[in-house]
């Protein structure tokens, strides 16, 4: 079955720091791979996505992911974080098989310290 | 684009009633659209998916009597939660995804409280 790990339930960095939130899946085939953020009370806004091509994927607000398939990662990065970067990350899998129903991972929640 | 709304934002109810969840594609046809729920602190789990005419695919342990998932057009599904009861408060969010998408595009959610 197909299942998505984000080994770190909390993270704290300094504003200004670079950041890496990991994500790890598990899935048959290539996979369509998205990381998105979620403000608390808020919907989900996209931040990036890998469907095939180059492995390295650049995002919104400064984010990037690489694909690394001999790992089964995908992880999320940011060389600078900004306080308002604060906020829950999650990454998911599409299913493509079954009409690329999305399979989360349990997120990850971004402390920002000034 | 690919703009997905829900109406509406937060409803709050008393135990036993029914409430009525809207989720619509502002800007897109969604031939498919996703209904999940999430509870504090944790992540989204699917509760169905819908195909505009056709019957809701539930996924394991999601009550078909007690969600119902109705995707008449292109543009609209709702979710009505029959009977809600305090367990079944929660934040309720959808998407939406069209013939030619293979990602989804979410709504804002919607925040049901049951007295």
């Known amino acids: 079955a197909q299942s998505v790990t984000q080994p770190d339930i909390h993270i704290t960095v300094s504003e200004g720091a670079s950041l890496e939130l990991r994500c790890n899946y598990s899935?048959?085939?290539?996979?369509?791979l998205f990381w998105y953020v979620q403000s608390p009370g808020q919907g989900l806004q996209l931040l990036l996505k890998y469907f095939s091509g180059d492995t390295l994927v650049q995002g919104i607000k400064g984010f990037e992911a690489e694909f690394k398939r001999s790992q089964s990662s995908f992880n999320l990065r940011k060389p600078s974080v900004h306080w308002s970067d604060a906020a829950e990350y999650f990454c998911a899998v599409g299913v493509v098989e079954y009409g690329n129903k999305l399979v989360f991972g349990a997120g990850t929640i971004l402390r920002v310290k000034s | 684009g690919a703009v997905v709304s829900q109406h509406p934002s937060w409803v709050i109810c008393k135990s036993g009633t029914s409430v009525k969840i809207e989720c619509r594609s502002l800007d897109f046809q969604a031939t498919t659209m996703f209904w999940y729920r999430q509870f504090p602190k944790q992540s989204l789990m699917l509760m169905a998916t819908s195909n505009e005419g056709s019957k809701a695919t539930y996924e394991q342990g999601v009550e078909k009597d007690k969600f119902l998932i109705n995707h008449a057009s292109l543009t609209l599904s709702t979710l009505t939660v029959t009977s809600a009861h305090p367990e079944d408060s929660s934040f309720y969010i959808c998407?939406?995804?069209?013939?030619?998408?293979?990602?989804?595009?979410f709504g804002p959610g919607t925040r049901l409280t049951v007295l």
């Open positions: 998407s939406a995804a069209g013939p030619s998408y293979n990602e989804q595009f």
């Open positions: 899935y048959g085939a290539t996979p369509y």
